[in-house]
C-alpha cells in the first residue's frame, strides 16, 4: 500500500493518507468522501467509497 500526500492549505499541515490500488483513479470529490468517513470513525471507508463510484446499472424501459 502507498501512501499519498494532500496538499495543505496554509497554516495547515500536510496529512497522509492511504493509496491501494482500488483508489488509483479517485477524484478530489471520492477523497473528500473518504475525509468525511474517515473522520466519523466508518469502519473500512476505501470500501464504502469504492462501492459508490461504481454506482448502479441503469434499469432498462420498455
Known amino acids: 500500500m502507498e501512501t499519498a500526500t494532500t496538499t495543505s492549505q496554509p497554516g495547515r499541515q500536510a496529512t497522509t493518507a492511504p493509496q491501494p490500488a482500488d483508489m ?17 470513525k ?5 470500501a464504502r467509497v469504492t462501492r459508490a463510484r ?9
Open 24 to 40: 488509483a483513479d479517485w477524484t478530489g470529490a471520492d477523497f473528500d468522501s473518504w475525509e468525511v468517513l474517515t473522520s466519523l
Open 42 to 46: 466508518v469502519s473500512d471507508p476505501i
Open 54 to 62: 461504481q454506482g448502479r446499472g441503469q434499469e432498462r424501459t420498455r
